[in-house]
């Protein structure tokens, strides 16, 4: 069975300061690996994800983040945060099928002026 | 190009009654997924079709939910019997294809209050 745990529902961070987004997720095999943004009256975005190849990945809007298997994580990371990166954000993972995916309960970032 | 749609946005109904989600996923899109979105929660996987057919039912709570998708294009979500438990955002999601690399494409969701 596969699960996914992002620590802390509240972040907030200054404007201009480095955003980090924690995921960790436990599976039996390695999965697939996703990182979806919603910001408020809209459906989920993806911002970027995992599947084969190199570790770090590269989203939109400046966004990336790292497979650690050893860590089992994948927290997501800005280096400098936008007012206009405030918004929920949810860690997923998918088996090998991909008919399954399965959501975090999601951390809503702030960014302080 | 226009992407998932859901309609009706909201719905209230009362318990007991019957209510049905509609999906209309991207054009072409062969792969289309629901969920459920309780407050404060992430989504959590309810149906899965590929084409006309349901591919992964195992996340439907219970035999009061029912999804049909008869011509591999829209898709609708029934619910009998409504509860107050059953009060959530309702999201579906669409897909070009079975294969775990392609993006799911999320619709704004339906808000499901059931009085």
């Known amino acids: 069975a596969q699960s996914v745990t992002q620590l802390g529902s509240h972040v907030s961070v200054s404007e201009g300061a480095l955003v980090l987004l924690r995921c960790n997720y436990s599976s039996s095999v390695p999965p697939y690996l996703f990182w979806y943004v919603q910001y408020p009256n809209q459906g989920l975005q993806l911002l970027l994800k995992y599947t084969t190849g190199a570790t770090l990945v590269k989203g939109i809007n400046g966004f990336e983040a790292e497979f650690k298997k050893s860590e089992t994580s994948f927290h997501l990371t800005k280096p400098s945060a936008h007012m206009s990166d405030a918004a929920e954000y949810f860690c997923a993972v998918s088996d090998l099928t991909g008919n399954q995916f399965y959501f975090g309960t999601g951390t809503s970032l702030t960014v302080i002026p | 190009g226009a992407g998932v749609s859901q309609t009706p946005s909201n719905k209230v109904t009362e318990k007991g009654k019957y209510v049905e989600l509609r999906c209309d996923p991207i054009?072409?899109?062969?792969?289309l997924y629901w969920y459920r979105q309780s407050l404060g929660q992430g989504p959590e996987f309810l149906i899965y079709f590929q084409g006309t057919g349901a591919a992964d039912d195992s996340g439907l709570p219970n035999d009061r939910f029912f999804a049909v998708r008869p011509e591999g294009s829209v898709s609708t979500l029934k619910i009998q019997r409504t509860e107050r438990g059953d009060s959530a955002v309702y999201l579906c999601?669409?897909?070009?294809?079975?294969?775990?690399?392609?993006?799911?494409?999320f619709g704004p969701g339906t808000r499901l209050t059931v009085l």
């Open positions: 999601a669409s897909s070009p294809g079975r294969n775990v690399y392609n993006e799911q494409f």
């Open positions: 054009s072409g899109h062969t792969a």
